[in-house]
T-cell receptor, first 116, second 113 residues
Framework: SAVISQKPSRDICQRGTSLTIQCQVD?????MFWYRQQPGQSLTLIAT?????????ESGFVIDKFPISRPNLTFSTLTVSNMSPEDSSIYLC?????????????FGSGTRLTVV | KNQVEQSPQSLIILEGKNCTLQ??????????LRWYKQDTGRGPVSLTI?????NTKSNGRYTATLDADTKQSSLHITASQLSDSASYIC????????????FGSGTRLLVRP
């Protein structure tokens, strides 16, 4: 399965600032996904990042708040902009593995963000 | 409405004991169901993946079952270890939008010595 390196693993940020999270995959993948996991909750899809086109955002998430870059088939970034304490969450990237009979999804180790 | 519900919400067992976690879903059209283990502060790690034609799948001490007729799945953990303490998440995908995974809220398992 794919191996994902996600950075940073955690950060504490001041409100009003921005944080960029990086995900590097050890193989080329078509689709990369960004999720948010609020404390005690399950994962919520923020957007799907495809190389060469703008990211597709889910309802409730907008590009101005969560700009995404996908410069090539192995890398993507998610920026959390103008942060407020409500943005404190774990952010995860994911890729579709395409291995085996049913496609699996591999997740990065996550970025634990605390906004103060 | 496409939903995935898990029970119990949390569970405490003694090391060495077995346990079974439940997942009920209303997702349609069904494509496949996955169980993930998520350690605290880490990303989810895949345990099993099952399509509608598969009734059971094992991964070491983890055995998942699927009843596509009743739309129920279970994850059985045998001879639990302290390292099994984690959240276990049931995830279902639809045939018509396979990448939009529908996540359950998870079962938090604590294994005590």
């Amino acid at each position: 399965s794919a191996v994902i390196s996600q950075k940073p693993s955690r950060d504490i940020c001041q409100r009003g600032t921005s944080l960029t999270i990086q995900c590097q995959v050890d193989s080329q993948v078509t689709m990369m996904f960004w999720y948010r996991q609020q404390p005690g909750q399950s994962l919520t899809l923020i957007a799907t990042a495809n190389q060469g086109s703008e990211a597709t955002y889910e309802s409730g998430f907008v590009i101005d708040k969560f700009p995404i870059s996908r410069p090539n088939l192995t890398f993507s970034t998610l920026t959390v902009s103008n942060m407020s304490p409500e943005d404190s969450s774990i952010y995860l990237c994911s890729v579709e593995d395409g291995t085996g009979g049913a496609s699996g999804y591999t997740f990065g180790s996550g970025t634990r963000l605390t906004v103060v | 409405k496409n939903q995935v519900e898990q029970s119990p919400q949390s569970l405490i067992i003694l090391e060495g004991k077995n346990c079974t976690l439940q997942c009920n879903y209303t997702v349609s059209p069904f494509s496949n169901l996955r169980w993930y283990k998520q350690d605290t502060g880490r990303g989810p790690v895949s345990l099993t993946i099952m399509t509608f034609s598969e009734n059971t799948k094992s991964n070491g001490r983890y055995t998942a079952t699927l009843d596509a007729d009743t739309k129920q799945s279970s994850l059985h953990i045998t001879a639990s270890q302290l390292s099994d303490s984690a959240s276990y998440i049931c995830v279902v995908s639809r045939m018509d939008s396979s990448y939009k995974l529908i996540f359950g809220s998870g079962t938090r398992l604590l294994v005590r010595p």
